[in-house]
């Protein structure tokens, strides 16, 4: 299954110069089990910003336009979407596109799920999700984060699966 995951604050912010503009360690242990195990999908950008890359039991994949890119033995490098695409296709597992802002743009008619953490606050951002059509998506799950001393923002775990083309159309 393709999946996109992400936290945004209230007004759609995902990053800030090139970082998370929040420090939530729940979102971060909620990104952990639901990618732990499976593929993920980053840009070049995205990778370089992982304090230590590559994450840890996950098949990493970046995709970068420059030829001469060289990540840490073992990630995956590509160079355009058909490449990723044949990826996507042969994985036997999850495939979770992590970021940045380009990659959600490229796959979003492809993503079957989306997993986002919504943060109840307001941060200074220079990067915002992509537009989502809601109407194409139900929501599965939500569920509240517990706020507390090291997690200071209210925040809630969401999951959506597309609706089925059919589905939509007998509405």
């Given at each position: 299954?393709?999946?996109?995951?992400?936290?945004?604050?209230?007004?759609?912010?995902?990053?800030?110069?090139?970082?998370?503009?929040?420090?939530?360690?729940?979102?971060?242990?909620?990104?952990?089990?639901?990618?732990?195990?499976?593929?993920?999908?980053?840009?070049?950008?995205?990778?370089?910003?992982?304090?230590?890359?590559?994450?840890?039991?996950?098949?990493?994949?970046?995709l970068?336009?420059?030829?001469?890119?060289?990540?840490?033995?073992?990630?995956?490098?590509?160079?355009?979407?058909?490449?990723?695409?044949?990826?996507?296709?042969a994985?036997?597992?999850?495939v979770?596109?992590?970021?940045?802002?380009?990659?959600?743009?490229?796959?979003?008619?492809?993503?079957?799920?989306l997993?986002?953490?919504?943060?109840?606050?307001?941060?200074?951002?220079?990067?915002?999700?992509?537009?989502?059509?809601?109407?194409?998506?139900?929501?599965i799950?939500c569920?509240?984060?517990?706020v507390?001393?090291?997690?200071?923002?209210?925040?809630?775990?969401?999951?959506?699966d597309?609706?089925?083309?059919?589905?939509?159309?007998?509405?």
């Amino acid at each position: 299954m393709l999946t996109f995951i992400w936290a945004e604050d209230e007004n759609g912010v995902i990053g800030d110069k090139g970082t998370i503009p929040w420090q939530l360690p729940a979102d971060m242990t909620f990104f952990k089990e639901t990618t732990w195990g499976g593929a993920v999908v980053m840009g070049r950008k995205t990778y370089d910003s992982i304090p230590h890359p590559p994450l840890k039991n996950r098949e990493n994949v970046v995709l970068t336009r420059d030829l001469n890119y060289q990540a840490a033995p073992g990630v995956k490098v590509y160079h355009n979407k058909e490449e990723i695409m044949d990826f996507i296709c042969a994985y036997r597992g999850d495939v979770h596109i992590i970021g940045g802002t380009a990659l959600f743009q490229m796959f979003r008619e492809e993503v079957e799920r989306l997993y986002r953490t919504v943060i109840h606050a307001s941060f200074p951002g220079d990067t915002y999700m992509v537009p989502i059509d809601w109407k194409e998506w139900k929501l599965i799950n939500c569920q509240k984060g517990t706020v507390n001393e090291k997690n200071l923002y209210p925040h809630d775990f969401q999951i959506f699966d597309r609706i089925k083309e059919s589905s939509v159309q007998n509405k």
